[in-house]
């Protein structure tokens, strides 16, 4: 069994949104912080944003604060990454990962999903 599985990207045009989800199971679910990256073609994976429910810590990074948004369903069991306003620079395939710790290093997150491309283009 896989342990994270993302799904709901697709393609929106500039504006548009999109809600990513990730259901997250076995050894990874006790994982205390969860994370989205995302990666561009030809560029590093990067951090969009890396979260603890249960510590109440969140942390955005760059240009989507303000624009993207978590949230969880009530079994924890699938969390969700709302994007709004998307722009064609946040174009990427988007990953979920967990960890024990905070960071915005893919290395430091040993579990992680197969991604979901996101495409905004007019």
């Known amino acids: 069994q896989v342990p994270l599985v993302e799904s709901g990207g697709g393609s929106v045009q500039p504006g548009g949104s999109l809600r990513l989800s990730c259901r997250i199971s076995g050894y990874c679910q006790s994982s205390e912080y969860m994370a989205w990256f995302r990666q561009a073609p030809g560029k590093e994976r990067e951090a969009v944003v890396i979260?603890?429910?249960?510590?109440?810590?969140?942390h955005f990074v760059g240009s989507v604060e303000g624009r993207f948004t978590i949230s969880q369903d009530s079994a924890k069991e699938t969390y969700f990454l709302q994007m709004t306003n998307l722009k064609s620079e946040d174009t990427a395939m988007y990953f979920c990962a967990s960890g024990g710790r905070f960071s915005l290093r893919p290395e430091d997150f040993p579990c992680w999903g197969q991604g979901t491309q996101v495409t905004v283009s007019s």
């Open positions: 979260f603890s429910w249960g510590l109440g810590h969140k």
